[in-house]
């Protein structure tokens, strides 16, 4: 590395510039993601199952080209600047439970750079299938860049942001801390932002009322649980944002997901369609196969075993905040997903008892004749709207 592109000889201008080529790529690689999502949905029937695969085929190509590109114009030229940097800032930080996974995370940056640079050095023809099949190669590369980078991007703005200073003396940390409990007590502690710092503890900030008389306050710990302390009161949000530890990237759920290599969608029939279908059925045996398919397991799922899935889904996303409200609403989201576990079995029996049922509607439902008048030609003008009251419109 030359002294011009070390991040160290650079001074400390460096980091954000380097930061900003990350929000760039990123909010480009947003676009190019939502119109690839729409080229690829006229591709799909209505279940989301691929009925054009030549032009789903064409709309990734084109996405993973745009990919290039914008890694080319936003990153390439200082990726591993950017790693260099969050390296430096996280050997500083002190020790916490992330630190390692984001150390693998740099180092998958790293070799997904390294990957990226070598196609780069030796593209091939362009437009040609060979072409297409680098760019597609690099897609999991680039897209790493996009899920991942924000950690480097943060490490790299830490390099010249401000340490939190405690302005509080232990004696005034003690009474803040006790006015707040008090306030917790009465119902009068109204929690507004919370975020994780560097050291891996939760800040949150609340709003302690007293007297008609509001005051912005910042706790460390988890509100809800024992031991958690006021470390500073400010007069609004942005003076306590200059001095408070910046936060840190959330976590992720499952590891593994990404939101640009996501699955192909299931086909899936929606509770509309479902209920449609009972009413223009005419047998018990048209009700049935509706009921069942809204209970239908397996890779087409009905969307009573989605909202299963979906409570199943929200109670480890709650539990996994590792809070105590975190740990309640688990527990409640939980519950639900056995209610509707059971629910689901109901309605399993049901559908079997009135698919068996050998019946019909009576005749005597009779459908009713309605004959809609024909649309207007393009070419036709409007008829003219009714003449308005005369009477005086009254006023509130």
Request: net charge negative; aromatic share 4%; hydrophobic share 40%.
């Amino acid at each position: 590395m030359t002294p011009a592109s070390n991040p160290v000889a650079d001074g400390p201008l460096a980091a954000p510039e380097l930061a900003n080529g990350v929000r760039d790529f990123r909010l480009r690689m947003a676009v190019i993601d939502r119109e690839t999502e729409v080229a690829l949905d006229l591709t799909r029937d209505r279940f989301g199952r691929t009925v054009h695969p030549g032009a789903a085929a064409a709309a990734r190509a084109h996405r993973d080209k745009a990919a290039v590109e914008a890694y080319t114009t936003h990153l390439a030229p200082h990726a591993e600047a950017l790693l260099d940097v969050a390296r430096l800032v996280l050997d500083e930080l002190p020790p916490a439970r992330h630190l390692a996974g984001w150390r693998a995370v740099l180092d998958g940056l790293a070799a997904s750079a390294a990957e990226i640079r070598r196609a780069l050095d030796r593209p091939a023809a362009p437009d040609s299938p060979a072409e297409r099949a680098q760019h597609s190669a690099l897609w999991p590369h680039l897209t790493a860049w996009v899920d991942h980078s924000s950690i480097a991007s943060n490490l790299a703005d830490q390099r010249d942001g401000q340490h939190h200073k405690a302005p509080l003396t232990d004696e005034e940390q003690r009474m803040w801390t006790e006015m707040a409990q008090a306030a917790q007590q009465r119902g009068e502690l109204e929690l507004t932002e919370s975020w994780y710092a560097a050291d891996g503890q939760p800040i949150t900030l609340a709003h302690l009322i007293e007297d008609d008389d509001s005051t912005l306050v910042a706790l460390r710990g988890d509100p809800d649980a024992p031991g958690w302390q006021v470390i500073g009161h400010y007069a609004h949000e942005y003076e306590a944002g200059k001095v408070l530890p910046a936060p840190v990237p959330p976590g992720v759920l499952r590891a593994d997901v990404s939101r640009f290599n996501r699955p192909a969608p299931a086909p899936e029939v929606s509770l509309q369609e479902l209920i449609r279908d009972v009413v223009e059925g005419q047998t018990a045996g048209d009700a049935s196969e509706a009921l069942l398919g809204a209970v239908h397991r397996g890779y087409d799922a009905g969307p009573m075993i989605r909202l299963q899935e979906l409570l199943e889904t929200s109670s480890q996303f709650a539990s996994a905040l590792e809070t105590v409200q975190g740990r309640q609403i688990a527990a409640r989201l939980s519950t639900l997903g056995r209610q509707i576990e059971f629910l689901t079995r109901e309605v399993e029996e049901v559908a079997e008892d009135l698919g068996a049922t050998v019946a019909v509607l009576p005749p005597h439902r009779t459908p009713a004749l309605r004959v809609r008048p024909p649309r207007p030609a393009v070419d036709t003008t409007p008829p003219a709207p009714p003449p308005r009251a005369s009477t005086t419109a009254r006023h509130r």
